[in-house]
């Protein structure tokens, strides 16, 4: 059964910056892509970041790019989110995702193309 665990969130003021792990028993992960998304409430959910193979392969949404970094440990099926210079409208819920067999980079900034789901993990921002 493929399990995918956030940790990490929680509250932080603004500026400052916050790194959250997802850990995924996906049998497949070195070849599964990875992604992160968020959903603030009222708000639909929103892609943030996603890395394919590795660390060279990575896209970002335009409002986290140049302070958020994603990255994997494929030896360990973890991959992880650093948030810096975080912003009180980053404030949501986080989720990780993971798509394997993916085959086209455009259809990973949407979320419908995700296989697997983590549970999420809140994320505070105060002003």
């Known amino acids: 059964q493929v399990r995918l665990v956030e940790s990490g969130g929680g509250l932080v003021q603004a500026g400052g910056s916050l790194r959250l792990s997802c850990a995924a028993s996906?049998?497949?992960?070195?070849?599964?892509?990875m992604g992160w998304f968020r959903q603030a409430p009222g708000k639909e959910r929103e892609f943030i970041a996603v890395?394919?193979?590795?660390?060279?392969?990575?896209y970002y949404a335009d409002s986290v790019t140049g302070r958020f970094t994603i990255s994997r440990d494929n030896a360990k099926n973890t991959v992880a989110l650093q948030m810096n210079s975080l912003k009180p409208e980053d404030t949501a819920v986080y989720y990780c995702?993971?798509?394997?067999?993916?085959?086209?980079?455009?259809?990973?900034?949407?979320?419908?193309?995700?296989?697997?789901w983590g549970q999420g993990t809140q994320v505070t921002v105060s002003s």
């Open positions: 890395i394919t193979w590795s660390d060279s392969n990575t």
């Open positions: 996906i049998r497949t992960f070195s070849r599964t892509a």
């Open positions: 995702a993971g798509r394997e067999n993916w085959s086209n980079t455009y259809y990973l900034k949407q979320s419908n193309y995700y296989d697997y």
